[in-house]
């Protein structure tokens, strides 16, 4: 295991329900991440976490909310999803935002929108 | 200029082959370029990584070759075995600390 734990590891939802993505990391890192992986797609950046403040949006809708309460703890709250936001979900961690030289990874969340 | 183009899309090789993995990026202010490997069911995870000041890069049978002029780099594994089939994606990243990744590869290794 990296240290990166994720849950639900599989989310169906319906486009109208409000659901919230966890992650947590027990690796003592500063930064945060969270990423979209789409099949035949590259890894998509969303939001970036260091110190518990957001310093990455990347033009990210607004039916994705993120949330970093502390260091070790991050989420991803959706609400009104479309079926094409379906997806498997990354958290990240590295040691702060300027030492992403290694990244690790959570198993991700399998989203399904119907 | 942030992309990375990974090729190919999918790779099918015999238990003892080479795999090689390529790819090409256009900003030539990336200066650092990592791998990652996914397996399935499980996110990705770091498996080699390369500075542009140096040509070549080796960890047991796995290698990244750099070619700074041809802005290209890839990954070959050697003596390939069924284990090390799996999602390989490369990366480079910008001098905001910003990291792109290419579409990734999905390796199979044939017994």
């Known amino acids: 295991e990296t240290g990166v734990t994720q849950t639900p590891r599989h989310l169906v939802m319906g486009m109208t329900n409000k659901k919230s993505l966890k992650c947590e990391q027990h690796?003592?890192?500063?930064?945060m991440y969270w990423y979209k992986q789409s099949a035949k797609k590259p890894l998509e950046l969303m939001f970036v976490y260091n110190f518990k403040e957001q310093t990455e949006n990347n033009s990210v809708p607004s039916r994705f909310s993120p949330e970093c309460p502390n260091s070790s703890h991050l989420f991803l709250h959706l609400h009104t999803l479309q079926p094409e936001d379906s997806a498997l979900y990354l958290c990240?961690?590295?040691?702060?935002?300027?030492?992403?030289?290694?990244?690790?990874f959570g198993s991700g969340t399998q989203l399904s929108v119907l | 200029q942030q992309q990375v183009k990974q090729s190919p899309q999918s790779l099918i090789v015999q238990k003892g082959g080479i795999s090689i993995i390529n790819c090409a990026y256009e900003n030539t202010a990336f200066d650092y370029f990592p791998w990652y490997q996914q397996f399935p069911g499980k996110g990705p995870a770091l498996l080699i990584a390369?500075?542009?000041?140096?040509s070549e890069k080796k960890e047991g049978r796995f290698t990244i070759s750099f070619n700074k002029s041809a802005k290209q780099f890839s990954l070959h594994i050697m003596d390939s075995q069924p284990g090390d089939s799996a999602t390989y994606f490369c990366a480079a990243r910008n001098a905001g600390n910003m990291l792109t990744f290419g579409g990734g590869t999905r390796l199979m290794v044939k017994p």
């Open positions: 690796l003592g890192h500063n930064a």
């Open positions: 390369i500075r542009p000041d140096v």
């Open positions: 990240a961690s590295s040691q702060d935002r300027g030492d992403n030289e290694k990244l690790f």
